[in-house]
């Protein structure tokens, strides 16, 4: 025997799949901005400055690797890429001349197999043809001022990468060389901040 669907029931059902839709499409632009298609409204996890790395003439922190964003693949020239983004603080106050970090300067590495690489210091927007993510790939910051930017880290395409990954084994991100030396983060979990050595 078929059964009879009435007309209120029918409206409540297709109200409830509406509401339902409704309220994820309110989800993507909200909590870690994991699901937004673009990442200029993310905020990046808090720094714990007890720990930094001293170059002397300037300082470098990191933040939590705790960010997580997936991009859109209208953007991406493949597919949709996973990023690990965190806060990246230079300190430059009692410098005398500018500080100049690019993204070349960072080295990612992971000891359970995970790949990844610094490709932004900041968010700069979408190309002229709106095809591309556009990140900055360098900061400058003058003698006696500190700056804080948004630090993204591209861990692959999502066919071919996974956040669960890195929830094993140590991250390493090194950042060098400055006055000779290179700064060594390492997180032995994602949450937490790395602790630094200078070298």
């Known amino acids: 025997m078929s059964e009879l669907i009435t007309r209120r029931t029918f409206l409540k059902t297709t109200g409830a799949a509406a509401l339902a839709v409704a309220a994820s499409g309110m989800l993507a632009g909200c909590g870690d901005g994991a699901y937004a298609s673009t990442p200029e409204n993310l ?45 990246f603080k230079l300190d430059n106050s009692s410098g005398t001349s500018a500080v100049t ?70 991250i390493t991100i090194t950042l060098g060389k400055f006055n000779q030396q290179t700064a060594t983060f390492t997180f032995n979990g994602l949450i937490g901040d790395p602790s630094s050595t200078v070298s």
């Open 101 to 170: 970090v690019n993204i070349s300067n960072f080295a990612f590495k992971h000891s359970a197999g995970g790949t990844g690489k610094v490709c932004g210091l900041g968010y700069k927007g979408l190309n002229s043809s709106k095809t591309a993510y556009v990140f900055n790939q360098s900061i400058t910051v003058p003698a006696g001022q500190p700056r804080n930017v948004i630090l993204f880290i591209d861990i692959g395409p999502v066919t071919t990468s996974s956040f669960d990954k890195f929830y094993r084994g140590a």
């Open 43 to 87: 905020v990046a996890p808090p720094i714990d400055n007890s720990d930094f790395a001293n170059f002397g003439s300037f300082t470098a922190d990191i933040g939590p690797l705790s960010g997580q964003w997936t991009s859109s693949s209208i953007y991406e020239s493949d597919t949709r890429h996973n990023y690990f983004y965190t806060g």
